[in-house]
């Protein structure tokens, strides 16, 4: 069965930081590259950050290079997203899922992250 759960969210000033986790079912973890994805209040769920199995190729979206970091831990079945330098525009609930993942797929809760300005 997969199961997604993240967690590691909350409020937090501008240029703050956050370390979020996502612990994933065998199932779901094994199948190769992991991603982070969010979604903002109105807006529809975006990519932000995917990893592939090794670790060796890492990808984000522009507003993000150089303030997050996506990593994973293979014998844990997690994937992380630190994120740093918060600004108010990243304020959105944070999924991860395969890094395929469309919106008709299973999507876990999410975990929100808010950064007041």
């Known amino acids: 069965q997969v199961q997604l759960v993240e967690s590691g969210g909350g409020l937090v000033q501008t240029g703050g930081s956050l370390r979020l986790s996502c612990a994933a079912s065998?199932?779901?973890?094994?199948?190769?590259?992991m991603g982070w994805f969010r979604q903002a209040p109105g807006k529809e769920r975006e990519f932000v950050a995917t990893?592939?199995?090794?670790?060796?190729?890492?990808s984000y979206t522009r507003s993000v290079v150089g303030r997050f970091t996506i990593s994973r831990d293979n014998a844990k079945n997690t994937v992380y997203l630190q994120m740093n330098k918060l600004k108010p525009e990243d304020t959105a609930v944070y999924y991860c899922?395969?890094?395929?993942?469309?919106?008709?797929?299973?999507w876990g809760q999410g975990t929100q992250v808010t950064v007041s300005s």
């Open positions: 990893i592939t199995w090794s670790s060796s190729s890492t």
């Open positions: 899922n395969v890094a395929s993942a469309t919106k008709n797929d299973y």
């Open positions: 065998g199932r779901t973890f094994s199948s190769g590259a």
